[in-house]
């Protein structure tokens, strides 16, 4: 099982930013899929939740009507689309997948939110 996140990086205030997590090893379209964050010193958090068949989704409240989850099973890859960004979104996002009892991470992708 590999997973990889990608699009991370500088953003202003106000800009906009889309997250991808592209998974292998596995039958992708089975899985649900979630996002986290660890902000510095912070505890890693959970941001968004996209089941396998991309007909349910949810994100935290923090992020609400600024994130979209969404998923391409025929790509595998699951997308974070983030507008509206600031400050306080500044963190590493990583994605998990969880195969029976094992818990599957990315190495993350930086997004830093700064003028």
């Known amino acids: 099982v590999q997973v990889v996140e990608s699009g991370g990086g500088l953003v202003q205030p106000g800009g906009s930013l889309r997250l991808s997590c592209t998974a292998s090893?596995?039958?992708?379209?089975?899985?649900?899929i979630n996002w986290y964050r660890q902000a510095p010193g912070k505890e890693r958090e959970p941001v968004a939740f996209i089941a396998n068949t991309g007909r349910s989704s949810n994100v935290v409240n923090s992020v609400k009507g600024r994130f979209t989850i969404s998923r391409d099973n025929a790509k595998n890859t699951v997308y974070l689309e983030m507008k509206n960004l600031k400050p306080e979104d500044t963190a590493v996002y990583s994605c998990?997948?969880?195969?029976?009892?094992?818990?599957?991470w990315g190495q993350g992708t930086q997004v830093t939110v700064s003028s």
């Open positions: 090893g596995f039958t992708f379209s089975d899985y649900h």
């Open positions: 998990r997948v969880r195969i029976a009892t094992r818990d599957y």
